[in-house]
């Protein structure tokens, strides 16, 4: 039986940012939208991604659809602030 080295990486990403991905993916999974961001994709391509995002291999794959929400729900908030500013005339 071979003997794996363990070894030491740097990551490219603060402990920080790492647990910024995990909310962002987070709010995803509880947010309104049916389904998933990625409906192709099984369990096993979703950890394999996560694994080359900590390795540095690949890019956020959470970061756009995560800014979609938040505009969509400023978006949403906006209209409904606004919504409520007109005047009633009698």
């Known amino acids: 039986m071979m003997n794996d080295l363990k070894w030491l990486f740097t990551a ?3 402990k920080g940012e790492l647990e910024r991905e ?3 993916a987070q709010a ?8 998933t961001a990625f409906p192709d994709s ?3 391509d979703g950890y394999i991604a996560a694994l ?3 390795l540095g291999n690949e890019g ?4 756009e659809e995560y800014e979609a929400l938040c505009a969509e729900v400023h978006a949403k908030s906006e209209a409904l602030s606004t ?4 005047e009633q005339t009698p």
Do not use: C, D, K, Q
């Open 12 to 14: 490219p990403y603060s």
């Open 22 to 24: 995990i909310v962002m």
């Open 28 to 35: 995803l999974i509880e947010s309104e939208r049916a389904g």
């Open 42 to 44: 099984t369990f096993e």
């Open 52 to 54: 080359n995002f900590v």
């Open 60 to 63: 956020s794959n959470v970061r």
């Open 83 to 86: 919504g409520g500013e007109h």
